[in-house]
């Protein structure tokens, strides 16, 4: 294999090298050079570190010439959203405010354990700045462009992620996502993307948005090369205090085994409503191929919304407060406004969302009792346009910035496990469904996927 092109596969890459048939060398110069020729017009990376990962290519083929083990990702090239940690760079998060700060004195933890399986960073990737977007617009860079239609958003916080996968930059890429910043991107560039159980994954080095709300996780253009990642940085870390203590529970191994013994349901009532045609034929097509019938609605998923915003903007706000007081002026004026309002949110309101927040999780639980994965939509429409400040949903006007993650936001304030899997429309732009799980059985959603995937139903070809 002397070429990899931009619809390579981790997996693929993984075997070319790890069995002599490629070079990681070669693999990474290809990769620098798609990213030369095409980030112009993705605007995706906001960092390249080309002699790294030429030194870490050249480290690994030096280990498959002597024989030696270099792990399940060899050579496979990885980029980061740039508010996980990167040695030798200041971690930006999105925003002018940072980049004069010192660098990062060590990788993020999954940096880490990515690369000890073989993977090979290759850089940093344009954000919503702090993570409070869901559009991948950025006052400072300017926005990530979708690569199926450059002149439309990629969605956001992760707006760079799902461009450099879409767009064919990198295989893999990992993002975060509070209120639905993977499975946004993943929707509107039509990658697979996978948003774990909230504590499955360390965030340690990574600068945090809302603690309680924060996850980290993987976008690729196959369940497989998702679920591998995933594997690959499972396991405690006591850098994140809230990262489970429960061992590593492989997934890839049962990706293979099918849905027959899966029990699925569509999610009803508020995830049937507010939502344009084609959202709602994905996850009409889905259920089909899957055979689910029945329908179970999550109670009080709408106010579940509202509290995750509350407690969204409060703990956001308290956290940037010492930036708002000495630089406000640096923000993106609409951040700071967001940021403004949350740090004068009053206590008793932010105390209530999280009792709420507890009760919540306890009744989704108990009426997902009986049911392995939920299928609901992803985001409410395609990708808007670049310009684009309001949407119509059901004759609705409704400003797009706040109203893309309405279906993402009731599952991340819970931290239950999501897969978002996109649907190509022919001639048109792709839309993702999402398939959740109950807490830590992400095993569950991607064998949906990758049954999805396997149908031709669920793809995620390079644009």
Same mark, same amino acid.
């Given at each position: 294999?002397?070429?990899?092109?931009?619809?390579?596969?981790?997996?693929?890459?993984?075997?070319?090298?790890?069995?002599?048939?490629?070079?990681?060398?070669?693999?990474?110069?290809?990769?620098?050079?798609?990213?030369?020729?095409?980030?112009?017009?993705?605007?995706?990376?906001?960092?390249?570190?080309?002699?790294?990962?030429?030194?870490?290519?050249?480290?690994?083929?030096?280990?498959?010439?002597?024989?030696?083990?270099?792990?399940?990702?060899?050579?496979?090239?990885?980029?980061?959203?740039?508010?996980?940690?990167?040695?030798?760079?200041?971690?930006?998060?999105?925003?002018?405010?940072?980049?004069?700060?010192?660098?990062?004195?060590?990788?993020?933890?999954?940096?880490?354990?990515?690369?000890?399986?073989?993977?090979?960073?290759?850089?940093?990737?344009?954000?919503?700045?702090?993570?409070?977007?869901?559009?991948?617009?950025?006052?400072?860079?300017?926005?990530?462009?979708?690569?199926?239609?450059?002149?439309?958003?990629?969605?956001?916080?992760?707006?760079?992620?799902?461009?450099?996968?879409?767009?064919?930059?990198?295989?893999?890429?990992?993002?975060?996502?509070?209120?639905?910043?993977?499975?946004?991107?993943?929707? %509107?560039?039509?990658?697979?993307?996978?948003?774990?159980?909230?504590?499955?994954?360390?965030?340690?080095?990574?600068? %945090?948005?809302?603690?309680?709300?924060?996850? %980290?996780?993987?976008?690729?253009?196959?369940?497989?090369?998702?679920?591998?990642?995933?594997?690959?940085?499972?396991?405690?870390?006591?850098?994140?205090?809230?990262?489970?203590?429960?061992?590593?529970?492989p997934t890839l191994?049962?990706?293979?085994?099918?849905?027959?013994?899966?029990?699925?349901?569509?999610?009803?009532?508020?995830?049937?409503?507010?939502?344009?045609?084609?959202?709602?034929?994905?996850?009409?097509?889905?259920?089909?191929?899957?055979?689910?019938?029945?329908?179970?609605?999550?109670?009080?998923?709408?106010?579940?919304?509202?509290?995750?915003?509350?407690?969204?903007?409060?703990?956001?706000?308290?956290?940037?407060?010492?930036?708002?007081?000495?630089?406000?002026?640096?923000?993106?004026?609409?951040?700071?406004?967001?940021?403004?309002?949350?740090?004068?949110?009053?206590?008793?309101?932010?105390?209530?969302?999280?009792?709420?927040r507890r009760q919540?999780?306890?009744?989704?639980?108990?009426?997902?009792?009986?049911?392995?994965?939920?299928?609901?939509?992803?985001?409410?429409?395609?990708?808007?346009?670049?310009?684009?400040?309001?949407?119509?949903?059901?004759?609705?006007?409704?400003?797009?910035?706040?109203?893309?993650?309405?279906?993402?936001?009731?599952?991340?304030?819970?931290?239950?496990?999501?897969?978002?899997?996109?649907?190509?429309?022919?001639?048109?732009?792709?839309?993702?469904?999402q398939l959740i799980?109950?807490?830590?059985?992400?095993?569950?959603?991607?064998?949906?996927?990758?049954?999805?995937?396997?149908?031709?139903?669920?793809?995620?070809?390079?644009?």
């Amino acid at each position: 294999m002397s070429t990899i092109d931009k619809d390579t596969t981790a997996a693929a890459i993984a075997t070319a090298v790890s069995t002599g048939k490629a070079t990681a060398a070669t693999v990474v110069e290809q990769v620098l050079q798609r990213i030369d020729t095409l980030d112009e017009t993705y605007n995706a990376f906001t960092s390249v570190v080309a002699g790294r990962a030429r030194q870490r290519a050249a480290a690994i083929d030096s280990a498959v010439a002597a024989g030696k083990a270099v792990g399940p990702l060899a050579g496979v090239p990885f980029a980061v959203k740039n508010l996980i940690d990167i040695v030798g760079l200041p971690t930006l998060a999105g925003s002018r405010i940072n980049a004069d700060n010192p660098p990062a004195a060590h990788d993020a933890t999954l940096v880490q354990r990515l690369e000890a399986s073989g993977a090979i960073l290759v850089g940093g990737l344009n954000m919503g700045e702090y993570a409070y977007d869901f559009t991948g617009r950025n006052a400072h860079v300017g926005p990530s462009c979708n690569p199926r239609d450059p002149t439309r958003m990629t969605g956001g916080s992760s707006g760079g992620s799902g461009a450099a996968v879409a767009g064919g930059l990198v295989p893999l890429a990992l993002g975060s996502d509070t209120n639905g910043s993977i499975r946004v991107p993943s929707s %509107l560039c039509g990658t697979f993307g996978l948003k774990p159980t909230y504590g499955r994954l360390s965030r340690a080095g990574s600068f %945090l948005f809302c603690d309680s709300l924060d996850h %980290l996780g993987p976008l690729a253009r196959s369940v497989w090369d998702l679920a591998a990642s995933f594997d690959i940085m499972q396991g405690p870390d006591a850098a994140d205090p809230v990262c489970t203590e429960r061992p590593a529970e492989p997934t890839l191994s049962r990706l293979d085994e099918g849905v027959a013994d899966l029990r699925i349901a569509i999610a009803g009532d508020y995830f049937e409503r507010q939502l344009q045609p084609v959202a709602a034929a994905a996850v009409a097509t889905v259920t089909k191929a899957v055979g689910a019938t029945r329908k179970v609605v999550l109670p009080d998923a709408a106010r579940a919304r509202g509290c995750a915003y509350l407690i969204t903007a409060a703990e956001g706000g308290t956290l940037h407060l010492p930036r708002l007081r000495t630089r406000a002026a640096d923000f993106d004026p609409e951040t700071r406004e967001r940021f403004m309002a949350g740090a004068l949110t009053p206590a008793a309101w932010y105390i209530q969302a999280q009792r709420f927040r507890r009760q919540y999780r306890q009744r989704v639980l108990e009426a997902l009792q009986d049911v392995d994965v939920l299928i609901a939509p992803a985001t409410p429409m395609t990708a808007p346009r670049l310009d684009q400040i309001m949407m119509t949903i059901d004759g609705v006007e409704m400003p797009v910035r706040a109203n893309l993650g309405i279906f993402t936001q009731p599952i991340s304030f819970i931290g239950l496990p999501v897969v978002a899997a996109p649907l190509q429309q022919p001639g048109g732009l792709p839309i993702a469904v999402q398939l959740i799980a109950k807490p830590f059985d992400e095993q569950a959603a991607l064998r949906v996927a990758h049954w999805l995937e396997r149908q031709g139903i669920c793809t995620a070809p390079a644009a």
